[in-house]
């Protein structure tokens, strides 16, 4: 093998090189696509706790049924639903 590799130096540096750059591109994907999903958790956090926040004194003044609140709830709802299909590989419809 190693006399096969001293007579085909240049295959081998070739070979080598291709790997290396396969290997580093399969490392770059992923964690290119770990960095998507934490920036859309972040995100989906963030309109969950807005529309929370905005749920937030229609239940303190007692007022459940009160149109804007419910609005509010079914967002975050939503919101959870379509996070949790994120989550799941693709976006849920």
Known sequence: ????????RAAVVAAAVCLLVTVAAGVGS?????????????????????????????????KPHDPALRSAVQRAADQLGAAAGWAAGGPAD
């Open 30 to 62: 992923a964690a290119w696509a770990l960095g998507e999903r934490a920036a859309r958790r972040q995100e989906a956090e963030a309109k969950v706790l807005a529309a929370l926040e905005e749920a937030t004194p229609g239940l303190r003044e007692g």
């Open 1 to 8: 093998m190693r006399k096969w590799g001293r007579r085909h």
